[in-house]
């Protein structure tokens, strides 16, 4: 059973940048996609950025340009770098991986417990 624990949430104005970590007790090696998802107040939970065990990286559109996912499986470790911060990124965001592709929330393998961003305008 791996474990998956965030950091790096916070309160930031808008335009800023915040960078999240999620480390793994165990090896990440096995997982194929890495990635963070987020929920808003009142939303459902959204895919935001994986990144697989060969590096690929994909994003969801609102975030392109400005989100960076990096996976460093040496360290069991996998970031998120937030430049340009809207209001519209407040969230709870969460770590997941996935022995598959990482898709739909409900199929994912494993969660963090979530970390708090706010975008203040």
């Known amino acids: 059973q791996v474990q998956l624990v965030e950091s790096g949430g916070g309160l930031v104005q808008a335009g800023g940048s915040l960078r999240l970590s999620c480390a793994a007790s165990g090896s990440i090696f096995s997982f194929n996609d890495m990635g963070w998802y987020r929920q808003a107040a009142g939303k459902q939970r959204e895919l935001v950025a994986t990144?697989?065990?060969?590096?690929?990286?994909n994003y969801v559109d609102s975030v392109k340009g400005r989100f960076t996912i990096s996976r460093y499986n040496g360290d069991n470790t996998v970031y998120l770098q937030m430049n340009s911060l809207k209001p519209e990124d407040t969230a709870v965001y969460y770590c997941?991986?996935?022995?598959?592709?990482?898709?739909?929330?409900?199929?994912?393998?494993?969660w963090g417990q979530g970390t708090q961003v706010t975008v203040s305008s």
């Open positions: 997941a991986a996935d022995r598959g592709v990482l898709s739909h929330w409900s199929t994912v393998d494993y």
């Open positions: 990144v697989a065990k060969g590096g690929w990286t």
